[in-house]
């Protein structure tokens, strides 16, 4: 299965500032998926990208608050925008898996994102 | 849409010992897969056993297995033999066709 390096592993913002989130994957993989985990919640789906194309939002999360960036198929950043102290989260990135959906998703390390 | 439910917060488990964690879930779609991961404390997402719908074989990863009920829309996860290292959080999902659908969630802590 693919490895996933996500960074920073970990930042203390100021809010109103932006955080951009790396997720470098040691494979060609066509779908990448970014998460936001709450403090002591689950795993929320932010949104799907594809390389070549825009990504897709869930409900309830915008481009403009999360811009997402996927030049290649190894390679996607979030960035979280104005950022406020209700954005403190681990983010997390995901992918498919080039062996397709049943072998897995493969997780990044996270970022915990601590917003002052 | 999909649903997970997790009706277990929390649970422990003496260490050697065995445990069960419960998932159901809710789909009208036939063909879709179905995961346990494990989160520690570092936060890495770890994928500790699949399944596929189609299959009625439960699926089994060394001390772990599940007991997979179409019928009955469950998949819960037997960890055998418990370790001081399983102690994590663990997340049942859904994987159909749209996006993977995570429960909210059991701590299980192991006692020494």
């Known amino acids: 299965s693919a490895v996933i390096s996500q960074k920073p592993s970990r930042d203390i913002c100021q809010r109103g500032t932006s955080l951009t989130i790396q997720c470098q994957v040691d494979?060609?993989?066509?779908?990448m998926f970014w998460y936001r985990q709450q403090p002591g919640q689950s795993l929320t789906l932010i949104a799907t990208?594809?390389?070549?194309?825009?990504?897709?939002?869930e409900s309830g999360f915008v481009i403009d608050k999360f811009p997402i960036s996927r030049p290649n198929l190894t390679f996607s950043t979030l960035t979280v925008s104005n950022m406020s102290p209700e954005d403190s989260s681990i983010y997390l990135c995901s992918d498919e898996g080039a062996e397709g959906a049943f072998y897995g998703y493969t997780f990044g390390s996270g970022t915990r994102l601590t917003v002052v | 849409a999909q649903t997970v439910t997790q009706s277990q917060p929390e649970m422990s488990v003496q260490e050697a010992e065995t445990v069960t964690l419960s998932c159901t879930y809710d789909t009208s779609e036939s063909d879709y897969y179905l995961f346990w991961y494990k989160q520690p404390p570092s936060r890495q997402m770890i994928l500790v056993i699949r399944?596929?719908?189609?299959?009625?074989q439960n699926a089994t990863e060394n001390r772990f297995s599940v007991n997979f009920q179409k019928a009955a829309k469950s998949f819960s996860l037997k960890i055998s033999d418990s370790q001081l290292g399983d102690a994590a959080m663990y997340f049942c999902a859904y994987g159909g066709s749209e996006k993977l659908v995570f429960g909210k969630g059991t701590k299980l802590t192991v006692n020494p």
């Open positions: 399944q596929e719908a189609y299959k009625q």
């Open positions: 990208a594809n390389q070549g194309s825009e990504a897709t939002y």
């Open positions: 494979s060609q993989v066509t779908m």
